[in-house]
């Protein structure tokens, strides 16, 4: 009886260390893709901003049309990019945050 008690509280002590360790990384990673998300957020403004002061110094239609053509590719190519990275971002906070239950799990086999 004992031993079962004993073998529970290092169980226990060895899941509660885990948790912080994962939620250490957690956070971590929320950080990173936060940081990550308010950087695409300047630059995508200030890529806007370049772009609207150039399509009011336009003086053609066919230029406004080419300086637009040329902003929504950008923002489309920054935007997919930006997402990968992300994505990538979000893989990475799911494997370092299940990183400290691997040896709990793995004994549970």
Request: charged share 30%; proline share 1%.
């Amino acid at each position: 009886m004992t031993q079962t008690y004993e073998d529970f509280s290092k169980y226990g002590k060895e899941f509660a260390d885990s948790g912080l360790k994962s939620f250490a990384s957690l956070s971590k990673g929320a950080q990173a893709i936060a940081t990550e998300a308010g950087e695409y957020t300047k630059k995508s403004f200030e890529a806007g901003s370049a772009a609207a002061e150039k399509l009011l110094s336009a003086k053609s239609l066919e230029k406004a049309i080419e300086i637009q053509s040329d902003f929504a590719r950008q923002s489309y190519e920054a935007f997919v990019t930006e997402a990968t990275k992300i994505g990538d971002l979000y893989a990475e906070l799911a494997k370092e945050a299940y990183k400290p239950f691997e040896s709990i799990v793995a004994k549970a086999k």
